[in-house]
């Protein structure tokens, strides 16, 4: 057995955790760049704290307003390194976490951003490591301040790519659940959808490990239990706290486990469709599990991923006996609950598939799948989510 585990170098958990940035920050630098989500005005908390910083003399400020595009990070960078910016710190979902995750490793890395992205560009590695980057999440989604890839819209081919790299990692997580209490009840199903896809598609991917398994095992146990009291009460501490260390979970383990082909076919669908990702795993993650399940049952019947599956659903629905189809049944239901839409509600038809097909079959999430899905089974399960 061989496998590589890597995060973030220090994570800091917990409810007020937001408050000892002063101390965290301390040393990393001197001019920070503030990356912030579409509500700048939340970032006024560690503007403050950032006041208080030892050796911190200047923060400059920008924010992303959706997902955030190759250009974007361009401009971004070339304005960072003229005003000598020295640390980048992510404030928001992952959009901004992604957003500045990319700006802190091109601030290092010279040459075109197009250089070193995947599927559309050279896929060049990273040779520098990024400048110090602090990550701080306001959602329970991507897990993005764990990871080792920012994901970005590539606006002129119409697809979400990512720059991905173990130099991107952030040298500080800090996890404060109270920073999620606001959420709405729609963008606290949409990621929440995505922490839970992300752990299901981590703990079944061929490149699963022990250390993997384990968090994406607790992963989904918290998910299970709690993403329908978040949905319906966004002040339920204990609900918070358990998406908070899920959606982190998740990221630890898709950093080192992988995907699968839900995340393969958002990408496509979410560059084509301007479609919220969170929104399109959930849509795809029961159809995905179906036909994943079924492709097992035909062509690997005596695959070690049939009996994780049976543990997912058993996780799930808390039941030991469990058949894999009955986690894809509940997570059916969990959609309805979350008023999770389909995937027709953002423009998508039957017109589309052959496209989103030939795409997704390129993203590099699809390698990590459980078995290799023919062309028919890959449009039977998006067709399924329209």
């Keep these: ?15 007020g955790a937001l408050e000892q940035l002063p101390g965290l920050a301390r040393g990393l630098g001197t001019r920070a760049l503030l990356v912030t989500g579409r509500d700048s005005a939340r970032a ?30 361009e401009r971004q960078v070339e304005a960072a390194r003229n005003d000598g910016c020295d640390l980048v710190i992510g404030f928001g979902g992952g959009s901004a976490i992604d957003a500045a995750k990319a700006v ?25 490591p990024s400048v110090p980057f602090i990550a701080i999440p306001t959602t329970a989604g991507t897990g993005a301040e764990v990871t080792r890839n920012a994901v ?13 790299s173990r130099l991107l990692l952030p040298r500080l997580a800090l996890v404060d659940p109270k920073l999620t209490y606001g959420l709405p009840p729609e963008l606290t199903a949409a990621t929440g959808m995505d922490a839970l896809t992300q752990l299901i598609e981590a703990y079944v991917s061929c490149r699963a490990n022990p250390m993997t398994d384990s968090l994406c095992a607790e992963g989904i146990r918290r998910a299970a239990r709690a993403l329908r009291t978040a949905f319906e009460d966004g002040q339920n501490a204990s609900a918070r706290r358990d998406m908070a260390l899920a959606a982190m979970f998740s990221g630890i383990a898709l950093a080192n486990a992988g995907l699968g082909a839900v995340h393969g076919f958002a990408g496509v669908i979410g560059g084509m469709f301007g479609a919220p990702h969170g929104a399109v795993c959930a849509a795809l993650l029961p ?9 097992l049952r035909a062509r690997a019947p005596g695959a070690e991923t049939l009996r994780k599956y049976a543990e997912v659903a058993q996780l799930l629905t808390g039941r030991r006996d469990a058949a894999p189809e009955e986690g894809a049944a509940w997570i059916a239901e969990l959609l309805t609950a979350l008023r999770i839409p389909r995937l027709r509600a953002y423009g998508m038809s039957e017109s589309h598939l052959a496209q989103v097909v030939e795409q997704a079959a390129r993203a590099s999430s699809m390698r990590g799948n459980p078995i290799a899905l023919t062309p028919e089974e890959m449009a039977d399960a998006v067709r399924a989510a329209m």
């Excluded at 057995?1 to 409810?15: D, K, L, Y």
């Excluded at 250089?115 to 060049?124: A, N, T």
């Excluded at 159809?287 to 492709?295: K, P």
């Design 1 to 15: 057995m061989q496998f590589e585990f890597a995060t973030a170098s220090q994570i800091v958990f917990g409810e």
């Design 44 to 73: 006024a908390k560690v503007l403050e704290l950032l006041e208080k910083t030892d050796r911190i003399v200047s923060v400059a400020t920008c924010s992303v307003t959706g997902e955030p595009t190759v250009e974007w990070v």
């Design 104 to 128: 802190a490793g091109m601030l290092t890395n010279h040459g075109r951003l197009l250089d070193y992205l995947e599927v559309i560009g050279g896929g060049k590695p990273l040779v520098n």
């Design 152 to 164: 970005l819209l590539s606006t002129a081919h119409k697809v979400k790519v990512s720059l991905r």
């Design 287 to 295: 159809h995905v599990m179906s036909t994943n399940i079924r492709a």
